[in-house]
């Protein structure tokens, strides 16, 4: 089993800047991928970012070119840089890992985009 702890999320006006952590815990030896995710009010969850152990990386349309994903292999952690948000970005933010054991969620973690 893989836990996952997620941090970083807040309140930020339109335009700025969010760093989001995720340190994963116990079998991390499994772990393929790493990634976020996020679920707006009323809407599905969808594909964030994501991120694979040789740091290969894939973006939704939506945020490319404003968000960049990356992870720290000795500190079991990804992070989410969010550049540039936009109000449309406002959601639950869940971390995200792929391993032997199938897929693990973090608790999610607020991001709101507002002036």
């Known amino acids: 089993q893989v836990r996952l702890v997620e941090s970083g999320g807040g309140l930020v006006q339109p335009g700025g800047s969010l760093r989001l952590s995720c340190v994963a815990s116990?079998?991390?030896?499994?772990?393929?991928?790493m990634g976020w995710y996020r679920q707006a009010s009323g809407k599905e969850r969808e594909l964030v970012a994501r991120?694979?152990?040789?740091?290969?990386?894939i973006y939704a349309d939506s945020v490319k070119g404003r968000f960049t994903i990356s992870r720290d292999n000795a500190k079991n952690t990804v992070y989410l840089q969010m550049s540039s948000l936009k109000p449309a970005d406002t959601a639950v933010y869940y971390c995200?890992?792929?391993?032997?054991?199938?897929?693990?969620w973090g608790q999610g973690t607020q991001v709101t985009v507002s002036s």
């Open positions: 995200n890992v792929f391993s032997a054991y199938g897929n693990s």
């Open positions: 116990g079998s991390i030896s499994s772990i393929l991928t």
């Open positions: 991120i694979t152990s040789s740091g290969s990386t």
